[in-house]
């Protein structure tokens, strides 16, 4: 069986007793194993950061923005490949995998920016003789861990940034679908970032915890479910360590009276069930204003029905698999439960037959669903969209700020004054105004409000340089020997 090793101080290791497996997506079979850190594990890859650190601090700022400009031709250059590594482990569709790498590849363009990111303040003769400058210094080393269902893009929103900064780094992927961090943690050898800068560990719990109580362990970034992410915030945060922890979703996409139907159709379809809703930017609740629904509905279970599922691997699927036979199962409990709580299903995902053990499942389309019921209040992460009917505006408003999540929000619309109030109103971190996903480019930082983020800072983009940098003032002086003098009063500008 295929093991797939750590990757520490630039060598693959292999020391693990414990392992997990992996699969295919497609066909339910056991495609590796994957070894799992122990604390004694994590220690050593620490240890490789913390012997990194001063030489890597100490690159200058050309040399090391090299690095990504070389990562960025390598990226581009296999992408094929590591598009393959994705869809082998995590089951998306090639061309869906290839977009992921797409995006990752723009916060490597935004960290190859990084002469301008760390640039600092001065200010000159803040009291006669005397200057202040600021300067951001890298934290130290940075913990990262992240979810399964974007395997190169969220590694990339971390790692590009925290090592741009000076930073070495422990990334800790996720144990379903390891082997694309590893494929990227070479790339960046290949591109010259030099040993132990960036490490590897897999591992469940028992690593994530190593990582976030380890003493050298300075910040952490964690993207993941809901209750992860608070336990790993509280855990850091209890320690003294600066933490950002990025929770779930349940992303409404609003449609006014005056949309363009088809349009937002054709949206709610693309964003709900690309991926197959594996993501934490899918439309999961449409919300019907006035008394387009029942038109609304019909022009979405019309396209449902032309649908491609099957392998990533074959060029005609347009969705593959879910990751686990856990998480299909889950998803059909959503569709039977919404049906006994009084909604109605109008296309049942599993009622689709598939020919392989892989995890498949149709999609399938709620209609009449109320918060209370499970299929509204939880997240899914599956393919399922659900609609809500509201009279009015107002009311679709309410219902999107009190839900418990605020990660993103799309607003459908030929109006720009209710596009105008809708940002203006809505208590949700990214916002598309006539766009499903309004994921953020790379210029911008991403991050959702409430119970979708712990901490205060976005993810990736400007507050990214915020969070794996800590200021320093200094204050300056170069006075003649004449001019010094005892002074035990508090210092006044002169
Ligand atoms: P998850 O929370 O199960 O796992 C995330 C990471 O935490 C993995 O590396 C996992 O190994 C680790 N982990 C699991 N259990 C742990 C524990 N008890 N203690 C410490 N660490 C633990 O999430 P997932 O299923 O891999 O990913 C899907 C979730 O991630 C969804 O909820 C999705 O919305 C969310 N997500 C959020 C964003 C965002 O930007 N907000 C982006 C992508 C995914």
């Known amino acids: 069986m295929n093991r797939i090793p750590h990757y520490i101080n630039g060598k693959r290791i292999d020391s693990s007793l414990r392992t997990a497996p992996v699969f295919d997506p497609a066909t339910g079979t056991q495609s590796a194993e994957v070894v799992l850190a122990s604390a004694a594990d994590v220690a050593d890859a620490v240890q ?8 890597w601090r100490a690159t200058g700022l050309i040399r090391r923005a090299d690095v990504f400009f070389r990562l960025r031709h390598l990226l581009t250059e296999r992408r094929d ?13 090639l061309d869906d995998a290839a977009g992921e790498i797409a995006r990752g590849i723009e916060n490597v363009e935004f960290a190859s920016g990084l002469t301008n990111l760390l640039k600092g303040e001065f200010s000159e003769q803040v009291s006669r003789g005397v200057d202040v400058h600021q300067v951001k210094q890298p934290v130290g080393v940075v913990g ?8 190169v893009m969220v590694p990339l ?9 000076g930073n070495t780094v422990v990334l800790k992927p996720s144990e379903k679908d390891p082997s694309a961090a590893v494929f990227l943690a070479e790339l960046f050898s ?36 809901t209750p992860i992410a608070q336990t790993v915030y509280r855990r850091a945060a209890d320690r003294g360590k600066r933490v950002q922890a990025l929770g779930g979703a349940k992303n409404h996409m609003v449609v006014m009276p005056d949309a363009d139907l088809d349009a937002a159709a054709d949206a709610a379809v693309s964003a709900a069930y690309g991926s197959a809703g594996e993501r934490c930017m899918a439309v999961s609740v449409l919300v019907a204003v006035g008394d387009i629904a029942d038109e609304l509905v019909g022009k979405v279970a019309e396209r449902i029905a032309t649908l491609r599922i099957g392998a990533g691997t074959d060029p005609n699927s347009e969705m593959g698999p879910l990751i686990s036979a856990q998480a299909r199962d889950r998803v059909a409990g ?16 599993r009622e689709a037959r598939f020919d392989s053990a892989g995890y498949f499942i149709g999609v399938s389309l709620v209609d009449h669903v109320r918060p209370g019921m499970k299929v509204y209040d939880d997240e899914i992460f599956g393919p399922v969209l659900s609609v ?17 999540y605020g990660n993103g929000v799309a607003l459908f619309t030929r109006d720009g004054k209710s596009a105008r109030e809708f940002e203006f109103d809505i208590e949700v971190g990214m916002v598309g105004v006539n766009v499903p996903i309004p994921v953020p480019v790379g210029a911008y930082s991403f991050g959702g409000w409430k119970r979708s983020l712990f901490g205060d800072s976005h993810i990736y983009g400007p507050e990214s340089v915020h969070f794996y940098t800590r200021s320093k003032v200094v204050t300056t002086r170069w006075p003649d020997a004449s001019e010094s003098q005892i002074h035990l009063g508090f210092p006044s500008n002169g």
């Open 48 to 55: 490789a950061a913390r012997a990194a650190l001063p030489g």
């Open 81 to 93: 490949e590591l598009a393959a590594i994705i869809t082998a482990e995590h089951g998306k569709v």
């Open 144 to 151: 990262c861990v992240t979810p399964f269902n974007f395997p």
């Open 157 to 165: 929103w971390m790692v590009s940034s925290a090592i741009a900064c």
């Open 190 to 225: 290949e591109a010259g970032l030099p040993d132990g800068v960036l490490n590897v560990v897999h591992g469940d719990q028992e690593a994530v915890e190593a990582i976030i109580d380890h003493d050298e362990v300075a910040a952490v970034s964690f993207v993941g479910s």
């Open 334 to 349: 959503y569709v039977a439960g919404a049906a006994a709580a009084g909604a109605t299903v109008v296309v049942d995902g």
């Open 388 to 404: 809500v009917r509201v009279g009015s505006y107002d009311e679709a408003v309410r219902l999107v700020n009190a839900n418990e």
